[in-house]
């Protein structure tokens, strides 16, 4: 791993506490096969426990996934877990937060529901994943002109329902042949700084590391509050990222190097 630029090694240095906020999928492990797999990393699971546990440290994972898969995957005390990009909470102390009525917004999602089933039908390589709070539509594994064909489709049939509902209560997510509607809510910048509000810790150097667009969301968050942003990526891209790591094992290997400059 190449050395870190200087400052970053001195602001590092300097701070007595960092508060880590960790993405999951394609940042602290590979892509999973489906959304719906769900399969926990027992060397990751060891090194988030260790972190946890020292006193330098406080840890919030930051997810995509329904907080349901993130309680799986990350099955450590003391941590906060937000799932959904932070619509669903569940503190360090265990306590679950909803932070939006999912009465109000789940009839529309209901009814969009089959309409992206139907606009998917027979073609191959599509996923649609039911978050509860979210819908997405996953088409990595298709064709690349059905690709494109199914998620217009799709887009079109998500701005229709938005228009009909509240336009405000809800917004599109897009990514390499992936869309999603979700609450306005789910957003990683927004949730960043409301955990930094909510549950201040004096003195802690806001860290934040992530791998794609969601990220970059709060990537901005974390850099105005004075924190240091870190991409996972494995080619050089446009970002507002201090540092690049090249794939999940040197995000891991870099989390460790903390831990022992920590000792």
Same mark, same amino acid.
């Given at each position: 791993?190449?050395?870190?630029?200087?400052?970053?090694?001195?602001?590092?240095?300097?701070?007595?506490? *960092?508060?880590?906020?960790?993405?999951?999928?394609?940042?602290?492990?590979?892509?999973?096969?489906?959304?719906?797999?769900?399969?926990?990393?027992? $060397?990751?699971?060891?090194? *988030? /426990?260790?972190?946890?546990? +020292?006193?330098?440290?406080?840890?919030?994972?930051?997810?995509?996934?329904?907080?349901?898969?993130?309680?799986?995957?990350?099955?450590?005390?003391?941590?906060?877990?937000?799932?959904?990009? #932070?619509?669903?909470?569940?503190? !360090?102390?265990?306590?679950?937060?909803?932070?939006?009525?999912?009465?109000?917004?789940?009839?529309?999602?209901? !009814?969009? %529901?089959? %309409?992206?089933?139907?606009?998917?039908?027979? +073609?191959?390589?599509?996923?649609l994943e039911d978050k509860g709070w979210a819908l997405a539509l996953h088409a990595r594994f298709a064709a690349r002109d059905e690709a494109d064909e199914v998620l217009s489709g799709a887009h079109r049939l998500a701005v229709a329902a938005m228009d009909e509902a509240d336009p405000e209560m809800f917004r599109l997510l897009g990514g390499h042949r992936f869309l999603e509607i #979700?609450?306005?809510? @789910?957003? %990683?910048?927004? /949730?960043?700084?409301?955990?930094?509000?909510?549950?201040?810790?004096? #003195? @802690?150097?806001?860290?934040?590391?992530?791998?794609?667009?969601?990220?970059?969301?709060?990537?901005?968050? *974390?850099? @105005?509050?004075?924190?240091?942003?870190?991409?996972?990526?494995?080619?050089?891209?446009?970002?507002?990222? $201090?540092?690049?790591?090249?794939?999940?094992?040197?995000?891991?290997?870099?989390?460790?190097?903390?831990?022992?400059?920590?000792?």
């Amino acid at each position: 791993m190449a050395p870190l630029p200087k400052h970053l090694t001195q602001r590092l240095a300097a701070a007595d506490r *960092i508060w880590l906020f960790l993405d999951y999928d394609g940042t602290l492990a590979d892509f999973a096969p489906t959304p719906e797999h769900v399969e926990p990393d027992p $060397d990751l699971v060891a090194l *988030i /426990t260790q972190l946890a546990q +020292h006193p330098r440290f406080r840890l919030a994972v930051v997810s995509g996934r329904r907080l349901s898969h993130v309680q799986e995957l990350v099955p450590v005390s003391g941590v906060l877990l937000a799932g959904t990009y #932070g619509v669903e909470l569940q503190t !360090a102390d265990g306590e679950r937060i909803d932070r939006l009525d999912y009465d109000r917004l789940r009839p529309v999602l209901e !009814a969009l %529901k089959p %309409k992206w089933a139907a606009q998917i039908g027979e +073609h191959e390589g599509f996923f649609l994943e039911d978050k509860g709070w979210a819908l997405a539509l996953h088409a990595r594994f298709a064709a690349r002109d059905e690709a494109d064909e199914v998620l217009s489709g799709a887009h079109r049939l998500a701005v229709a329902a938005m228009d009909e509902a509240d336009p405000e209560m809800f917004r599109l997510l897009g990514g390499h042949r992936f869309l999603e509607i #979700g609450p306005r809510l @789910a957003h %990683k910048g927004l /949730t960043v700084a409301h955990l930094l509000d909510r549950y201040p810790w004096p #003195g @802690a150097l806001p860290l934040y590391m992530g791998d794609d667009d969601k990220d970059e969301e709060a990537f901005g968050v *974390i850099k @105005a509050r004075g924190g240091i942003a870190v991409v996972v990526a494995a080619e050089p891209r446009p970002t507002e990222a $201090d540092l690049r790591l090249k794939s999940p094992q040197a995000a891991r290997r870099w989390l460790e190097s903390l831990l022992q400059a920590s000792a």
